[in-house]
């Protein structure tokens, strides 16, 4: 067998170009190919670990053996480059392009405003892509499949879910459900009067427009690619790189004799275990074996009694042969299969089912693996094979338990694996619960089988195992044994319950926590069993007469639920909002949805991002050393070794910064003291990122702890630990009212932080120039002024020597704002320092512990209050934790009391905040600013209020809502009007009343699951409370040919300013939006800009654009008056030659905005947006999952700029809302290490998680003069609505509870994750489990709100 000391060439094909790679390193991965060789940047990178699909891509191959060619998608991230010999990759460039071609992918993803920051659009384009070119026409349910892999941060889905709809051959009209009626004549208007019903629109893109799919105009798969597999090459292939050599053999011999030659050397398959484990857990392999030309490892062949299939086959295969197996055999024999079959569609999403394979999973033998449950306790044979010959042993507890006498040996692979049939009178069954419906890792998995004498129900075989519950998987043998020979009974479940408590035991200290959860689920998921296989066994009692057949216990009807799973849908729902004007001249674009004019530049790759720019000359890469402490004394830094790591040029620490280190309390690089972990210390600079990323860990830091150490609320509380001081409001008399009402009631309300995973992670690229120590700063910030102030005193020089560039923002969400400044200047002192362009790019584990995120908050209320549910007194105390430097904390505070009244009006009143100082990362400004977290405790008061009243909450929010014109707690006046309008439109809207009816009549018959609805109000204020704040600036220019370049001080987050921007010009102007074109924000051109944040960026700098525009247009005002039958292009060049200066200023001095705290007066706000929210859900009590049945938004956005953005901005932030409320919950170790650094641990809402039915609407126009053309900032508001999906799962648990005849009022813990609603629906099993003492053991994580 032939060892080259050379490298193989490695060939394979992009984008239907041959690569020829020699001396490829196998550490490269497809993704760092892709954008650094190729320089092909529209694959993006958000996460690394395949969990977010920003880099999917598609790959193809032909398959000698059925000459087909096989098409999946993968994420690129985790692809070595090395694995593709004899493949074609398709990027997103190598499907369209704006120049050439669009696909209808690109086209119909942009066009139904599917984009808004656009980061995640290739991906989600390939994901799409991929699957046309494998099903032109494909169903519903196989689209929500190929994008379960795919996060989107920004628009909430359902455009792009819209988007791929229309390629579906599953009918595609109106969305209004099964009802066969289009919305328009069903009386979608029934609030309106019939005369408005032709101003309502319910379009938002015209799909006749759109290109139709064409597959002959795909590339083709390369003739040689072919001619390469049907002629297989069986020499072996090998890779050497600078740590590690790739060998990849051509038959199986050599394979073997490969792994007896290096039995310490991986196979690597799809790499989706051994790829994050080299990358975050530090495992290093010098040799990798890989098997993938080995067609033994692909076999599959079908035997009377199972089905044995190629340990090489891809998870994705291995789903879609159980498929067709199940459809031929009998249901009797293909239990085992249905069961894999379940899991195999919620296991990660598509990408990762096509890379990992069947063996990789089985030997990876993660504790939470979903497979090997069922394999284990389906009798599973892994049949092995090595030089020595073949051998078979079972996939068993000791197996997965890794007992040397029951595992491979190190020169031993899998082949294959076999699956035995089920038998007659036995039954599988398969669990799983996540945090997510899709896409995520389960807390605990199981598999069960039982096999009962023929008809009787005595159990001859009992096997259940689980996963997720230990440090491997876990059988529950000897449970299962002493219960042989037992009858199927509720005796049996009991006594099965205690006993598998008792083997399957989880410490309290367990890694992962969520332990309580974890031991309910063990025996939630038993309890499923015991009814599902009672159930079927009553059929086939009845089937065959057997005698006896009353020894069978009945099911109530009540109980059925409990067996069914909430099935993936697919969204539907109408969007509704005012059309413009018919009088409005077609070319003025205000008010119409137009398209983000970024929108296929996104589709298609093409948009630049901060990253995508070229690599400049001399270039070097940063990566930053941060603190493993959480508030220690810095005794040494030793940089020897870091500096010796090859490659590395310099390691940046305070003593290089020229000018201020930043805040005397908020450092750049930390100098004596850290306070708390992932705080920055130093930077290395080295020719590679990588190089740079390896050195960082040779920096040796040494500490000594300081005391006190503080992370948790209650913590801060005791140690008097503040940021700044007590912010307060109040009104009437507290004290007073609470002596006269009927009843009081005190409550706490815990609200969980949040990331804000923003797709495109904190970067910059600083680039010195060869001048007067200019410098260009690339970055993706929501302030660019922020960054180039920054950067100034930081390296101690005028700001006017520096310029800050933003193209575009892949996300911000708030967590742009301040932290980027931080970035851009250690970067700069590296550039300062080394004279080279340094480009910085966070990786998403660092980016998430560096940064912080929204404040988590702990609330205590104390409400008094009438028997009819009028509350008279209200008394909130609010603390939130804001990590170790002030940052946003006193503004997050003051917004927060300010708006904590949200849409209520209440007499007594007295509202108190205090930001607490913890040795956690600071907590910063997150869309919503303090409001999403603050309201949640008002909101609650209510559920709790209508608790105690016996009455719903919603007659307790209507009872409470301001009726007329009044003042506010900081006696602003206000009319709540619009309010009131939008809370009724909702309740019409929705049918909340007879809805809330149907829920009631659900929960009557159902035990098991649950429904609940709720309806929020919400009054939002926009702007920031300073006048400062409000004002803005553009410049306008025109050319000579008639183009105009618009440039304002907004930046392009994905929120569509600079679309809205080019509209208010084009209005103003009065010439078509083709005229224009928006470059960038720079400092350059427009100085001094304000954060583009509070929902405000597109109304002050709109004002601003038309200003310009006004300026310019009255200069050419006698020119047109002279030839008002001239074009635009005449005019402009009679102005140029009547030397009428083409360019203009436009400034917008803004509102005014004041708060006097001493007083407790002011006038904070420019104006409020008003909203409602209804939402429906369904929960599972035994397990705390639950389904979004339906959410209904009305939203005040007076005259929409684009209907289509704002539409989109509403629901991409109430499903961020959702989130936030539901599944995203930082998981802090007791040192302070965050642990959920990835989208592993940190579940954002995926497409499965959009509410089935999702309506919004926006309020028909009323007119607010102060703003833009009428229009409102609507980039916020949405978040808190999210919240109604909290109150619908809170009065879900409340039927809950009044059933089982606990308290209905409990501590109100956001997030609502499956593990807070399960342990709130309290019953038998809930109690059987065993409680730990706190005070006797370590927790894994803990609580920090
Ligand atoms: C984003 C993401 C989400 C995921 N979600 C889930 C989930 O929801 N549920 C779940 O259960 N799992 C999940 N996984 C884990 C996934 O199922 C496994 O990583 C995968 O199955 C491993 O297969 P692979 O081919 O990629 O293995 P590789 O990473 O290539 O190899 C893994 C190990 O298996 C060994 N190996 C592979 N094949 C053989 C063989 N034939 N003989 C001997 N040794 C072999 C290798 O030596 C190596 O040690 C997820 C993974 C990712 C990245
Ligand atoms: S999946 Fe590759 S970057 Fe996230
Ligand atoms: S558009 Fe999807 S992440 Fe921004």
Request: with cysteine.
């Given at each position: 067998?032939?060892?080259?000391?050379?490298?193989?060439?490695?060939?394979?094909?992009?984008?239907?170009?041959?690569?020829?790679?020699?001396?490829?390193?196998?550490?490269?991965?497809?993704?760092?190919?892709?954008?650094?060789?190729?320089?092909?940047?529209?694959?993006?990178?958000?996460?690394?670990?395949?969990?977010?699909?920003?880099?999917?891509?598609?790959?193809?191959?032909?398959?000698?053996?059925?000459?087909?060619?096989?098409?999946?998608?993968?994420?690129?991230?985790?692809?070595?480059?090395?694995?593709?010999?004899?493949?074609?990759?398709?990027?997103?460039?190598?499907?369209?392009?704006?120049?050439?071609?669009?696909?209808?992918?690109?086209?119909?993803?942009?066009?139904?405003?599917?984009?808004?920051?656009?980061?995640?659009?290739?991906?989600?384009?390939?994901?799409?892509?991929?699957?046309?070119?494998?099903?032109?026409?494909?169903?519903?349910?196989?689209?929500?499949?190929?994008?379960?892999?795919?996060?989107?941060?920004?628009?909430?889905?359902?455009?792009?879910?819209?988007?791929?709809?229309?390629?579906?051959?599953?009918?595609?009209?109106?969305?209004?459900?099964?009802?066969?009626?289009?919305?328009?004549?069903?009386?979608?208007?029934?609030?309106?009067?019939?005369?408005?019903?032709?101003?309502?629109?319910?379009?938002?893109?015209?799909?006749?427009?759109?290109?139709?799919?064409?597959?002959?105009?795909?590339?083709?798969?390369?003739?040689?690619?072919?001619?390469?597999?049907?002629?297989?090459?069986?020499?072996?292939?090998?890779?050497?790189?600078?740590?590690?050599?790739?060998?990849?053999?051509?038959?199986?011999?050599?394979?073997?004799?490969?792994?007896?030659?290096?039995?310490?050397?991986?196979?690597?398959?799809?790499?989706?275990?051994?790829?994050?484990?080299?990358?975050?857990?530090?495992?290093?392999?010098?040799?990798?074996?890989?098997?993938?030309?080995?067609?033994?490892?692909?076999?599959?062949?079908?035997?009377s009694d199972g089905l044995?299939?190629?340990?090489?086959?891809?998870?994705?295969?291995?789903?879609?042969?159980?498929?067709?197996?199940?459809?031929?055999l009998p249901e009797e024999n293909a239990q085992t299969y249905r069961a894999l079959?379940?899991?195999?569609?919620?296991?990660?999403?598509?990408?990762?089912?096509?890379?990992?394979?069947?063996?990789?999973?089985?030997?990876?033998?993660?504790?939470?693996?979903?497979?090997?449950p069922i394999l284990a306790v389906g009798n599973t044979t892994?049949?092995?094979?090595?030089?020595?010959?073949?051998?078979?042993?079972p996939l068993n507890q000791?197996?997965?338990?890794?007992?040397?006498?029951?595992?491979?040996?190190?020169?031993?692979?899998?082949?294959?694996?076999h699956i035995p049939h089920s038998q007659k009178w036995e039954f599988v069954s398969a669990f799983?619960?996540?945090?997510?419906?899709?896409?995520?890792?389960?807390?605990?998995?199981a598999g069960m089988r039982v096999r009962f004498k023929e008809g009787t129900n005595t159990i001859e075989e009992l096997s259940i195992v689980y996963?997720?519950?230990?440090?491997?998987?876990?059988s529950a043998h000897k449970s299962c044994q002493q219960l042989v020979g037992r009858c199927w009974n509720?005796?049996l479940l009991?006594e099965a319950?205690?006993l598998v408590?008792?083997?399957?035991?989880?410490?309290?200290?367990?890694?992962?926590?969520?332990?309580?959860?974890?031991?309910?689920?063990?025996?939630?998921f038993l309890?499923k069993f015991y009814l599902g296989v009672l159930q079927e066994l009553k059929k086939l009692v009845?089937l065959f007469?057997v005698?006896d057949s009353?020894r069978y216990p009945?099911?109530?009807?009540?109980?059925?639920?409990?067996?069914?799973?909430?099935?993936?849908?697919?969204?539907?729902?109408?969007?509704?909002?005012?059309?413009?004007?018919?009088?409005?001249?077609?070319?003025?674009?205000?008010?119409?949805?137009?398209?983000?004019?970024?929108?296929?530049?996104?589709?298609?790759?093409?948009?630049?991002?901060?990253?995508?720019?070229?690599?400049?000359?001399?270039?070097?890469?940063?990566?930053?050393?941060?603190?493993?402490?959480?508030?220690?004394?810095?005794?040494?830094?030793?940089?020897?070794?870091?500096?010796?790591?090859?490659?590395?040029?310099?390691?940046?620490?305070?003593?290089?910064?020229?000018?201020?280190?930043?805040?005397?309390?908020?450092?750049?690089?930390?100098?004596?003291?850290?306070?708390?972990?992932?705080?920055?210390?130093?930077?290395?600079?080295?020719?590679?990122?990588?190089?740079?990323?390896?050195?960082?860990?040779?920096?040796?830091?040494?500490?000594?702890?300081?005391?006190?150490?503080?992370?948790?609320?209650?913590?801060?509380?005791?140690?008097?630990?503040?940021?700044?001081?007590?912010?307060?409001?109040?009104?009437?008399?507290?004290?007073?009212?609470?002596?006269?009402?009927?009843?009081?009631?005190?409550?706490?309300?815990?609200?969980?932080?949040?990331?804000?995973?923003?797709?495109?992670?904190?970067?910059?690229?600083?680039?010195?120039?060869?001048?007067?120590?200019?410098?260009?700063?690339?970055?993706?910030?929501?302030?660019?002024?922020?960054?180039?102030?920054?950067?100034?005193?930081?390296?101690?020089?005028?700001?006017?020597?520096?310029?800050?560039?933003?193209?575009?923002?892949?996300?911000?969400?708030?967590?742009?704002?301040?932290?980027?400044?931080?970035?851009?200047?250690?970067?700069?002192?590296?550039?300062?320092?080394?004279?080279?362009?340094?480009?910085?790019?966070?990786?998403?584990?660092?980016?998430?512990?560096?940064?912080?995120?929204?404040?988590?908050?702990?609330?205590?209320?104390?409400?008094?209050?009438?028997?009819?549910?009028?509350?008279?007194?209200?008394?909130?105390?609010?603390?939130?934790?804001?990590?170790?430097?002030?940052?946003?904390?006193?503004?997050?505070?003051?917004?927060?009391?300010?708006?904590?009244?949200?849409?209520?009006?209440?007499?007594?009143?007295?509202?108190?905040?205090?930001?607490?100082?913890?040795?956690?990362?600071?907590?910063?400004?997150?869309?919503?600013?303090?409001?999403?977290?603050?309201?949640?405790?008002?909101?609650?008061?209510?559920?709790?209020?209508?608790?105690?009243?016996?009455?719903?909450?919603?007659?307790?929010?209507?009872?409470?809502?301001?009726?007329?014109?009044?003042?506010?707690?900081?006696?602003?006046?206000?009319?709540?009007?619009?309010?009131?309008?939008?809370?009724?439109?909702?309740?019409?809207?929705?049918?909340?009343?007879?809805?809330?009816?149907?829920?009631?009549?659900?929960?009557?018959?159902?035990?098991?699951?649950?429904?609940?609805?709720?309806?929020?109000?919400?009054?939002?204020?926009?702007?920031?409370?300073?006048?400062?704040?409000?004002?803005?600036?553009?410049?306008?220019?025109?050319?000579?040919?008639?183009?105009?370049?618009?440039?304002?001080?907004?930046?392009?987050?994905?929120?569509?300013?600079?679309?809205?921007?080019?509209?208010?010009?084009?209005?103003?102007?009065?010439?078509?939006?083709?005229?224009?074109?928006?470059?960038?924000?720079?400092?350059?051109?427009?100085?001094?800009?304000?954060?583009?944040?509070?929902?405000?960026?597109?109304?002050?700098?709109?004002?601003?654009?038309?200003?310009?525009?006004?300026?310019?247009?009255?200069?050419?005002?006698?020119?047109?008056?002279?030839?008002?039958?001239?074009?635009?292009?005449?005019?402009?060049?009679?102005?140029?030659?009547?030397?009428?200066?083409?360019?203009?200023?436009?400034?917008?001095?803004?509102?005014?905005?004041?708060?006097?705290?001493?007083?407790?007066?002011?006038?904070?706000?420019?104006?409020?947006?008003?909203?409602?929210?209804?939402?429906?859900?369904?929960?599972?009590?035994?397990?705390?999952?639950?389904?979004?049945?339906?959410?209904?938004?009305?939203?005040?956005?007076?005259?929409?700029?684009?209907?289509?953005?704002?539409?989109?901005?509403?629901?991409?932030?109430?499903?961020?809302?959702?989130?936030?409320?539901?599944?995203?919950?930082?998981?802090?170790?007791?040192?302070?290490?965050?642990?959920?650094?990835?989208?592993?641990?940190?579940?954002?809402?995926?497409?499965?998680?959009?509410?089935?039915?999702?309506?919004?609407?926006?309020?028909?126009?009323?007119?607010?003069?102060?703003?833009?053309?009428?229009?409102?900032?609507?980039?916020?508001?949405?978040?808190?609505?999210?919240?109604?999906?909290?109150?619908?799962?809170?009065?879900?648990?409340?039927?809950?509870?009044?059933?089982?005849?606990?308290?209905?009022?409990?501590?109100?813990?956001?997030?609502?994750?499956?593990?807070?609603?399960?342990?709130?629906?309290?019953?038998?099993?809930?109690?059987?489990?065993?409680?730990?003492?706190?005070?006797?053991?370590?927790?894994?994580?803990?609580?920090?709100?």
């Open positions: 067998m032939p060892c080259p000391s050379t490298s193989d060439e490695l060939v394979f094909f992009v984008n239907g170009r041959k690569v020829i790679a020699r001396n490829v390193d196998p550490e490269v991965t497809l993704l760092s190919f892709l954008r650094k060789n190729l320089r092909l940047t529209g694959t993006k990178y958000a996460c690394g670990r395949g969990g977010c699909g920003a880099c999917t891509v598609m790959v193809s191959r032909h398959d000698p053996a059925s000459r087909e060619i096989r098409h999946f998608s993968i994420t690129a991230c985790l692809v070595p480059v090395c694995s593709l010999h004899g493949a074609a990759v398709t990027t997103v460039e190598g499907v369209g392009s704006i120049n050439t071609r669009l696909h209808p992918v690109q086209e119909r993803i942009a066009k139904s405003h599917g984009t808004q920051c656009g980061f995640c659009t290739p991906g989600m384009v390939m994901s799409m892509y991929t699957l046309l070119r494998n099903h032109p026409e494909p169903s519903e349910e196989q689209l929500m499949e190929a994008l379960q892999g795919n996060l989107c941060r920004c628009t909430g889905y359902r455009p792009i879910l819209a988007s791929g709809r229309t390629f579906s051959k599953e009918s595609y009209g109106c969305q209004q459900k099964g009802t066969g009626l289009c919305c328009l004549d069903q009386g979608e208007n029934d609030s309106s009067s019939p005369s408005r019903k032709s101003d309502i629109c319910t379009e938002l893109f015209a799909k006749e427009e759109f290109l139709p799919l064409d597959p002959t105009q795909d590339l083709i798969f390369p003739p040689e690619l072919s001619r390469m597999a049907e002629n297989s090459d069986e020499r072996t292939l090998t890779f050497h790189g600078e740590r590690v050599t790739w060998i990849s053999p051509g038959t199986l011999k050599d394979l073997l004799e490969l792994k007896a030659k290096h039995p310490e050397a991986p196979l690597i398959l799809g790499n989706t275990s051994l790829g994050p484990a080299m990358k975050s857990q530090g495992h290093f392999h010098p040799i990798l074996l890989s098997p993938a030309r080995i067609s033994e490892l692909s076999l599959v062949s079908k035997t044995t299939i190629g340990a090489g086959c891809s998870l994705a295969q291995v789903k879609d042969i159980l498929a067709e197996r199940v459809s031929q079959l379940k899991h195999l569609k919620s296991l990660a999403g598509q990408q990762i089912r096509n890379m990992a394979s069947l063996g990789g999973h089985i030997i990876s033998r993660h504790c939470y693996s979903d497979l090997n892994l049949n092995l094979i090595s030089k020595e010959g073949k051998r078979q042993i000791h197996f997965l338990a890794g007992l040397a006498s029951a595992d491979l040996k190190p020169e031993e692979i899998l082949e294959s694996v799983r619960q996540a945090q997510c419906q899709q896409n995520a890792l389960p807390d605990v998995s996963g997720g519950v230990g440090a491997a998987t876990i509720e005796l009991d319950c205690r408590l008792d083997e399957v035991s989880l410490p309290g200290s367990a890694p992962g926590g969520r332990v309580e959860f974890k031991r309910t689920l063990i025996i939630s309890f009845k007469s005698p009353h009945e099911i109530s009807e009540q109980f059925l639920s409990a067996l069914e799973d909430f099935p993936v849908t697919i969204p539907r729902g109408v969007q509704t909002y005012q059309s413009v004007d018919s009088h409005q001249p077609l070319r003025d674009p205000v008010g119409r949805p137009i398209m983000h004019v970024s929108g296929l530049k996104h589709a298609t790759g093409e948009a630049m991002f901060c990253d995508d720019l070229p690599m400049v000359d001399k270039e070097l890469f940063m990566a930053l050393v941060t603190s493993t402490r959480a508030h220690a004394k810095i005794i040494s830094i030793d940089l020897s070794e870091a500096l010796e790591v090859p490659g590395v040029v310099d390691v940046i620490t305070a003593k290089d910064i020229p000018g201020t280190n930043g805040a005397e309390d908020d450092k750049l690089l930390a100098v004596d003291e850290v306070l708390c972990v992932g705080q920055i210390i130093c930077a290395v600079v080295a020719e590679t990122d990588v190089q740079a990323k390896r050195a960082t860990e040779k920096v040796k830091i040494t500490y000594e702890d300081l005391e006190p150490i503080i992370f948790t609320i209650e913590d801060a509380i005791k140690h008097n630990s503040f940021l700044c001081p007590e912010k307060k409001l109040e009104q009437g008399n507290i004290e007073e009212a609470f002596e006269r009402v009927d009843q009081i009631v005190e409550g706490e309300v815990h609200v969980g932080g949040q990331e804000h995973f923003y797709m495109e992670t904190q970067r910059a690229l600083v680039i010195p120039k060869t001048e007067d120590r200019e410098l260009d700063i690339y970055v993706s910030t929501q302030d660019p002024a922020h960054v180039q102030k920054t950067v100034s005193s930081t390296l101690g020089i005028p700001i006017n020597r520096i310029t800050c560039h933003v193209k575009r923002v892949g996300g911000g969400f708030g967590g742009k704002v301040g932290r980027p400044a931080v970035f851009g200047a250690i970067a700069a002192v590296g550039t300062f320092k080394t004279g080279h362009p340094i480009r910085l790019v966070l990786d998403r584990e660092d980016d998430m512990l560096i940064t912080g995120g929204r404040h988590p908050l702990f609330g205590k209320y104390k409400v008094g209050f009438m028997n009819s549910g009028r509350i008279k007194a209200l008394d909130i105390e609010c603390y939130l934790n804001g990590g170790c430097t002030l940052d946003d904390s006193e503004q997050v505070t003051e917004f927060l009391i300010l708006k904590l009244e949200n849409a209520y009006k209440i007499r007594n009143l007295r509202f108190r905040g205090r930001a607490c100082m913890t040795n956690l990362p600071s907590n910063t400004a997150f869309r919503g600013f303090g409001f999403p977290q603050g309201t949640l405790v008002t909101e609650s008061c209510i559920t709790a209020v209508a608790a105690k009243c016996g009455l719903p909450p919603e007659k307790i929010r209507e009872k409470n809502m301001y009726k007329t014109v009044d003042k506010t707690i900081y006696k602003q006046a206000f009319n709540p009007e619009t309010l009131i309008r939008c809370w009724n439109e909702c309740l019409d809207k929705s049918s909340f009343h007879s809805r809330r009816k149907q829920v009631e009549e659900f929960n009557k018959k159902n035990y098991w699951k649950k429904k609940g609805i709720a309806i929020i109000p919400m009054k939002f204020s926009v702007g920031f409370a300073a006048t400062s704040y409000h004002q803005a600036a553009a410049l306008v220019h025109i050319y000579t040919d008639g183009s105009v370049l618009v440039t304002h001080g907004g930046n392009e987050l994905g929120q569509g300013i600079h679309t809205k921007m080019l509209q208010v010009a084009s209005r103003e102007l009065q010439i078509p939006m083709s005229y224009m074109h928006i470059c960038e924000t720079s400092t350059a051109t427009v100085p001094n800009t304000i954060a583009t944040a509070a929902s405000i960026g597109s109304d002050v700098n709109g004002r601003a654009v038309q200003n310009a525009c006004q300026i310019l247009l009255k200069r050419l005002e006698p020119i047109i008056k002279k030839s008002p039958e001239g074009t635009w292009e005449d005019w402009i060049e009679a102005a140029f030659e009547q030397r009428i200066s083409l360019s203009a200023t436009g400034y917008f001095r803004g509102y005014k905005a004041f708060m006097d705290w001493e007083k407790g007066e002011g006038d904070p706000f420019p104006y409020y947006v008003y909203g409602a929210a209804c939402s429906e859900v369904e929960i599972d009590c035994l397990t705390g999952a639950h389904k979004k049945i339906r959410t209904d938004i009305v939203m005040d956005a007076c005259c929409s700029l684009n209907p289509a953005i704002d539409i989109g901005q509403i629901e991409g932030a109430f499903i961020q809302g959702m989130g936030l409320y539901t599944t995203e919950e930082l998981k802090y170790s007791p040192e302070g290490v965050l642990y959920s650094r990835g989208p592993d641990e940190y579940k954002i809402p995926t497409s499965t998680d959009v509410p089935e039915e999702f309506n919004v609407s926006l309020l028909p126009s009323t007119q607010t003069p102060l703003t833009i053309y009428s229009s409102k900032g609507l980039g916020e508001s949405g978040m808190f609505l999210g919240s109604s999906v909290f109150f619908a799962i809170a009065d879900a648990v409340a039927a809950v509870r009044r059933e089982r005849d606990t308290a209905e009022d409990f501590t109100a813990r956001s997030p609502a994750t499956p593990e807070q609603v399960r342990m709130a629906c309290v019953d038998r099993f809930t109690e059987m489990i065993p409680r730990d003492d706190p005070k006797t053991f370590k927790p894994w994580c803990i609580p920090i709100a």
